[in-house]
């Protein structure tokens, strides 16, 4: 099995920037992908972006230029910076390990944007 730690949510002002944070542990030899998706009040989980083995990226529309995702090999990590933050962009992000389908969960990261 995969455990993943999220961290870094908070409270940002719009045109803010925040950075996500990811840590896998457990049978880690078997994720091929890790990433994120979100989930605002009264709407359904979405994806945002993710990253695989060999660093190919694919994010949603909705933030492609504004955020960016990373990883660190050896850390078992992956980090999502975002930048130019939305009332939108308020929600409850996920990490997963899904590359075209979703995977294993965390358990998740509040983030607000507000004034």
């Known amino acids: 099995q995969v455990q993943l730690v999220e961290s870094g949510g908070g409270l940002v002002q719009p045109g803010g920037s925040l950075r996500l944070s990811c840590a896998a542990s457990g049978t880690i030899f078997s994720i091929y992908a890790m990433g994120w998706y979100r989930q605002a009040p009264g709407k359904q989980r979405e994806f945002v972006a993710v990253i695989n083995n060999v660093g190919a990226t694919r994010y949603a529309d909705s933030v492609k230029g504004r955020f960016t995702l990373s990883r660190d090999i050896a850390k078992n990590s992956v980090y999502l910076q975002m930048n130019n933050l939305k009332h939108e962009d308020t929600a409850v992000y996920y990490c997963?390990?899904?590359?075209?389908?979703?995977?294993?969960w965390g358990q998740g990261t509040q983030v607000t944007v507000s004034s």
């Open positions: 997963n390990t899904g590359w075209s389908t979703p995977g294993s």
